[in-house]
């Protein structure tokens, strides 16, 4: 507009609040999401192993329904810890499809367009745009993961009773972090490899191959040398070492191997997985390295010589 007309008045409307200004981010991304009707398809199949975990919990305590299938209650599945750890992993499968499909383009869109400036000449941090960026992720898993899951542990508790949550409260605990423990790696493993690759198609297949090849080379390790400890070298290892000590079902003695020794009688010697604290240390190790490349890679601007 012309100057000399001095009709310019500052913004009077309400401002976003500091605090969550970086939720502006995942807004917009999902306005382009859920415009695909593949994808919310896909989201809403993330569902159905939820539903049957609902299922499973109704006819427990629907003795009617029990009568007419003629069953009875020993004859489901017992709803323990056991119970919820096997959903908890079933839902992490549909989490990792879905960062797959989400993660690796946030980032790698911004970087090879030179868009962080745009981002960061405005009231706008590193810290803010990262977290944008990764609340994408977290927020989406979220939905499908811990949220219902605690749910249908309060509906499980509201059918049993007081007594059994109040004794089955640390149950509720393990789903909650076992979840939030897989979604944040998943959400900066993604983020991490959108800054360091460009291309969609590449990141997925780095993502895919940091999952399925440490995974053979720590089997090939374990059964070389005859150990467990190659299993720290597994991403997918290490979250099932986590997952199984926060539901109490973690053994050190997961199996035995058998040797014949030399008057060829058959020896058995127990292996050890390696202890819990092992696996916290090395999925810690790696989200502090993911931390230290996004800082590396989010910049204003990329000078090379």
Known sequence: MAVYEQTYKRYAGKLTPG???????????YEAIFSSKLFT??????FLPLLVEAIFIYLHHNYTA????QASVRDLI???NSFFRFFSVAQGFFAFFLALLLGPPLVARDLRNNALPLYLCRPFSRTEYVMG????ILILLSAITWIPQLLLFLFQSYLQGFAWFRENLWIGSAIFIANVVWILLLALLTQTISALVKWRVVASGVLLGLFIIPSAF???INFV???????????????KSVTDGLFGLFERVS????ITDFNDNIIEIPVAEPPLWCSWAVLFLVCVICLALLSWKVKAYEVVT
Do not use: N, Y
């Open 225 to 239: 040398f005859r150990t467990r400890w190659g299993s720290l070298l597994s991403l997918a290892s290490l979250m």
């Open 255 to 258: 199996q035995t191997i058998a």
């Open 133 to 136: 960026k990764m609340s994408v």
């Open 19 to 29: 605090w969550s200004r970086f939720l502006i981010i995942p807004r917009h991304a």
């Open 218 to 220: 720590a089997e090939f």
């Open 78 to 80: 017992p709803i323990d």
């Open 41 to 46: 398809a896909f989201f809403v199949i993330c």
């Open 66 to 69: 029990l009568t007419i299938m």
